[in-house]
């Protein structure tokens, strides 16, 4: 059986990490985690950030299915780590199973955004010891963004004997790690904002994290989805919040076609005007000639659809 090109990347990638001696090395663990090619490095340190719908075709289509494929990653006698505040059944019975050390948000380790909502305090409990630090806000926006801080530290103190970490370091790391595509917002007037969720979860997310920075004017929304995705369960939370559906085609045939989304936005009941796009690039630039400066536009769906916007308004060029 031949491997394929990313098997073979994989593989490459072990061999420049071996021959360069690195201290450290953060490996992401694609397509649900047990049976990706990257899972088979032993991992130090093991974690689940969220289990929710996506890859249905091949993980299932619940949260307990993919929730066990995500325990994949986890091995016995290590740290596993899970930041989903709701985290599946399926999940907790494998990491048992297997005998991972499972810590768990809110119960190891966990965030509290502080009253002036300028602050947030980290907090870890792994056997006797009990820590508790305060930080300024991430530089990256979100209660989402405050569970993925605390599990990257919680991570590292589980490493702490063998790799210690400045404090100093940490708090460089919290106010300068920015990620293109995650809430960004690109301009002012009209506020436009980035965010490649095209899950439930993430949407959810970007609801109510959109929903806090209300404006005068219309609200408009730019949406680009592939095919395999749950377009309506993704769409739902924001229902009643748009005023007008830009929706665009993708491009490639895993492209969900514009006209699809805007059944769905149709049946669902989720309110607003409607306009068809042949791509993302053409719902920005008509949404540029129509928008006032008091309205809002979000671009959501697909890293291809926030890619095309951000290519219009003129970033990596």
Known sequence: MALTYFEFGTLAAWEVFAEAK?????????????????NVYDADVAIVTTVDLDHTDWLGNSRESIGFEKAGIFRAGKSAL??????????????????????????????????????????????????????????????????????????????????????????????????????????????????????????????????????????????????????????????GQIDVWHLATLQGWRGAPAERLAGIVSDLGLGGEVLLYPSPQKAMQAVQGSAAESDRILAFGSFYTVSGVMEVLGYGR
């Open 22 to 38: 690195v201290d450290v090395a953060i490996l992401e663990v694609g397509l649900g985690g047990r049976l990706d090619a990257v």
């Open 82 to 239: 899970c930041a989903d505040p709701e985290p599946p059944l399926s999940l907790l019975d494998h990491a048992e199973a297997l005998g991972s050390d499972l810590r768990l948000t809110g119960r190891e380790f966990g965030a509290e955004l502080l009253e002036d909502q300028k602050k947030w305090q980290w907090w870890c409990c792994f056997g006797e010891e009990g820590i508790r630090r305060q930080f300024d806000l991430p530089a990256m926006p979100g209660s989402a963004q405050l569970r993925n801080a605390a599990v990257a530290l919680a991570g590292l103190q589980c490493l702490h004997d063998r790799l210690p970490v400045t404090l100093a370091a940490i708090e460089q790391g919290l106010r300068e790690t920015l990620l293109l595509g995650r809430f960004q917002i690109l301009r002012q007037r009209p506020l436009i904002i980035v965010d490649v969720a095209h899950n439930p979860q993430a949407v959810r997310e970007l609801a109510a994290n959109f929903d806090r920075l209300q404006v005068g004017g219309r609200t408009h929304a730019i949406v680009g989805m592939l095919a395999d995705k749950d377009a309506g369960a993704a769409l739902m939370p924001l229902k």
